[in-house]
């Protein structure tokens, strides 16, 4: 076993690690990355290929499961409503998100305070806002300040994205009906950007970027890290973190791609790998001491997952809008129904995406876009009616977290190196059922207002856990929470949490933004803090 040493150990090169690596690069620390993926090649992804719709069902796929990679890990999610949905190497998932960039709401901070559910997080919109600025000038985020939704803030760095043909319909309509709609903010350049080229409209946005507009930290912060001294490990599979002194780790034991066993000791180890990845391995490094897992006296760890229960509404429209081009993520957003009413009889609410129904004609002869009659003698009609003539309402509906949704290590299922794989329990409450049977039906409201001459609903999609938050809340009791305001584990003085896991609740809109700016925000805390921290001996 041989051994590196590093200032700052990050485990996981996604979009938080991306963010913290860079930060502390530049702040002269000396970082090292354990990614058990790859460095994705821009000329690999399928979005110029014939037949990258079929490439999207398997070897493009979301789903781990499906996709198999060497580079991946099982999941075990029978028991759960939701499939986790992620992308390991250097980017993470975020090669394979959208890049919708909205924000959480001030009210997502103190759900507890409004509304009587859940908890508060120990900080709020405010402390966080410059943080949100900070992030979107480091990725060139496109889109237009003003949204009534928001506090007033700066404007982005980048005009919003073209809404596309249609979409202006479904605002003409939602002024009709007094709704809340607005340009969604976007992390996909509408413009030139610190040497990167805008939006070619490939409309492939989820299986990775050809153009490298869509912003992922492969593209955006990883290269200038490494500049700067960082050095990324890929093909590293960590398998459990190594205690140090007192309240302190000492780094982390990995297996690399020949199936040796190594050893990167650090003075800091900060974990990024996802709140699915992140409570996996806490589990995994359980010794004599922490029998539950490490950083688990609260018995937290893996506890209150959260995954935004989806659904989509689909308008169809006689005029040919040409949805197959074009950013494939929200054009347009709209938060009317966002916040708690009583009357309604669930609490908070959700964020609707309007994006076009994306794809190639296979995408829209596929059941679950077209509806199940889709086959058979109507099949041709029924793709001429869907083909470049849909709109699609995503609703993300926000989930409370619940201690009955977790992750475990399972006990048989394993990785490819032998580890036990992360079991998925999860399942949709009657208040997040209730709360999408509602928004559904306004989603049609808009869709039919907007001259939808038919409207299609899904609700809600078992596939759809791009978002995975909760595992390893945050908080400022050490009874009720896993790591502290700033990150740092409440049992371990040296280890730092950067994803989503430490998120307390999910709000109802896209998390990567957030993710983003609480890891800028840890990243600070380090820099500051720097003379005090303790390391081991």
Not at 91 to 100: E, F, N, P
Not at 167 to 186: F, K, T
Not at 414 to 425: E, K, M, N, Q, T
Not at 468 to 474: E, H, P
């Amino acid at each position: 076993m041989s051994a590196a040493r590093a200032d700052v150990l990050v485990i996981g090169a996604g979009a938080s690690g991306g963010v913290v690596a860079l930060r502390l690069a530049e702040a002269g620390f000396r970082v090292v990355c354990l990614e058990q993926g790859d460095w994705p090649a821009r000329d690999g992804y399928p979005g110029p290929k014939p037949d990258w719709e079929l490439q999207v069902m398997k070897q493009w796929s979301a789903d781990p499961n499906v996709r198999a990679r060497p580079a991946d890990y099982p999941v075990n999610a029978d028991g759960s409503d939701i499939v986790p949905l992620m992308w390991n190497g250097v980017g993470g998932s975020m090669i394979l998100y959208a890049g919708d960039w909205p924000r959480l709401t001030p009210s997502d901070f103190r759900v507890r305070s409004l509304d009587g559910v859940a908890d508060d997080w120990p900080l709020d919109y405010e402390e966080l806002e410059p943080y949100y600025d900070r992030v979107a000038r480091e990725l060139g985020v496109a889109g237009l300040a003003g949204d009534p939704a928001y506090p007033e803030g700066p404007d982005l760095p980048l005009p919003p994205l073209p809404l596309g043909d249609g979409v202006i319909e479904l605002a003409r309509a939602h002024d009709r009906l007094g709704w809340h709609w607005w340009p969604a903010p976007s992390a996909i350049l509408s413009a030139p950007y610190r040497g990167r080229h805008p939006c070619a409209q490939w409309g492939t946005c989820m299986q990775g970027c050809p153009e490298g507009a869509k912003a992922s930290t492969d593209v955006t912060h990883w290269p200038r890290a490494v500049e700067l001294g960082a050095r990324v490990v890929t093909g590293a599979r960590v398998t459990r973190l190594v205690r140090g002194g007192e309240r302190l780790v000492r780094g982390a034991e990995y297996v690399d791609r020949d199936g040796r066993e190594q050893l990167v000791e650090a003075d800091v180890v900060v974990l990024a790998a996802n709140a699915v990845g992140t409570a996996r391995l806490l589990l995994l490094s359980g010794d004599s001491r922490s029998p539950d897992g490490l950083a688990n006296g609260s018995g937290l760890v893996g506890r209150r997952l959260m995954m935004h229960p989806f659904a989509v509404v689909t308008g169809r429209f006689q005029r040919l809008m040409e949805t197959w081009s074009g950013n494939v993520g929200s054009r347009l957003h709209c938060l009317q129904f966002y916040e708690t009413d009583g009357s309604r009889g669930f609490v908070r609410g959700a964020k609707w995406s309007l994006a076009p129904s994306s794809g190639g004609p296979l995408n829209a002869a596929m059941p679950a876009r077209a509806g199940a009659a889709v086959w058979g003698p109507g099949h041709h009609v029924s793709v001429r009616e869907r083909f470049g003539h849909c709109l699609t309402w995503g609703i993300f509906a926000e989930d409370l977290p619940e201690e009955g949704n977790c992750v475990e290590l399972d006990s048989e299922l394993c990785d490819s190196d032998g580890l036990p794989a992360p079991r998925v329990r999860y399942a949709i409450s009657e208040n997040s059922r209730r709360l999408l049977a509602f928004h559904v039906e306004r989603a049609r409201e808009s869709m039919l207002e907007a001259g939808a001459v038919g409207v299609d609903t899904l609700n809600p999609m078992r596939s759809a856990g791009w978002h995975l938050l909760g595992t390893a809340r945050m908080g400022t009791d050490p009874a009720t929470s896993v790591v502290d305001p700033w990150g740092r584990a409440h049992e371990l003085d040296n280890l730092y949490i950067a994803d989503g896991s430490v998120f307390v609740t999910a709000g109802g809109v896209n998390p990567t933004s957030t993710i983003s700016a609480l890891a800028l925000r840890l990243a600070d805390g380090l820099v500051e803090r720097r003379s005090v921290q303790r390391v081991p001996a």
